[in-house]
């Protein structure tokens, strides 16, 4: 295909980025080299979009330094950038309605674009009316832009955990968007998806994307090296270690915030919290 004939396609990550690491870097780089390696995509940018701190997990630090670490971390990039939309907002915002508000942001970018011609423009508005309205959930996109979620296994085994997740929210991320999973050693992505109905259904519009090079970084072992007092170098960006030892962050005390306060997806569920 000639390169006008590619589909474009924007990675949006979503999570806590407490801090953000090495790998979470990597996935985006390996989900742009999987879907370009198809030959039907280009991939034209990353966003990262942090949580906001009314989502209440253990241990969440707050949004002004994961969003500055995150932004010190691609500071070299040319394609990915940090998006704060998510992190300001007041109350949580689940993912599905952060996809939507990047959706309509790409959509209202390319509209703008002073080359799109007449026809095209008005397919843009039709998509974009259609991924407007939650009704039209079965409206399929066109050949224009694509935005797509990139997660790690573990947010696609999340979808499984009683209340956690919407079954309209499920529904609308894998079938209106789709979704790029890079999968870690020990995690069967492709089993988990035969045994779900909503992404068994949906699963063409799921790629699965393995990692070879064996990388178990998680922020969750990066916060206990760093209360323990131990080196996490070349598991962060530099600029992040910097940053975390000049703020002080991530200690005992902050790994205890939020242990009382049920996770604000559960709240739906078991009511408010004690906070």
Not at 18 to 42: C, K, S, V, W
Not at 116 to 144: I, M, W
Not at 166 to 195: M, P, S, W
């Amino acid at each position: 295909m000639e390169p006008q004939d590619l589909t474009k396609v924007v990675l949006l990550a979503c999570g806590s980025f407490n801090p953000i690491t090495n790998m979470h870097l990597r996935m985006f780089e390996l989900a742009r080299d999987y879907l370009e390696d198809t030959g039907q995509y280009i991939v034209v940018r990353g966003i990262i979009s942090a949580v906001g701190d009314g989502y209440k997990k253990k241990g969440l630090i707050e949004a002004c330094h994961r969003v500055d670490m995150a932004r010190l971390a691609t500071d070299t990039s040319d394609w990915i950038k940090v998006d704060a939309w998510e992190s300001q907002q007041p109350e949580w915002v689940e993912t599905a309605k952060v996809m939507r508000h990047h959706y309509k942001e790409l959509m209202t970018a390319e509209q703008n674009n002073d080359y799109v011609d007449t026809a095209k423009k008005r397919r843009l508005d039709e998509t974009k009316q259609a991924f407007e309205d939650p009704s039209s959930y079965h409206t399929r996109r066109d050949n224009g832009p694509q935005l797509k979620l990139l997660c790690g296994a573990d947010v696609l085994e999340s979808f499984g955990v009683p209340n956690l997740w919407k079954h309209e929210d499920i529904a609308e991320i894998v079938g209106r968007y789709g979704l790029v999973c890079i999968t870690r050693n020990g995690c069967d992505a492709h089993k988990f998806i035969h045994q779900s109905e909503v992404l068994w259904k949906h699963r063409k519009n799921i790629h699965v994307v393995r990692e070879w090079v064996t990388n178990e970084i998680s922020a969750t072992h990066v916060r206990r090296a760093l209360c323990r007092g131990q080196t996490v170098r070349y598991l962060l960006p530099d600029p992040v270690v910097s940053y975390i030892q000049e703020h002080g962050l991530y200690s005992a005390e902050s790994e205890q915030k939020n242990a009382d306060v049920i996770l604000a997806p559960l709240q739906r569920h078991t009511g408010p919290s004690s906070s």
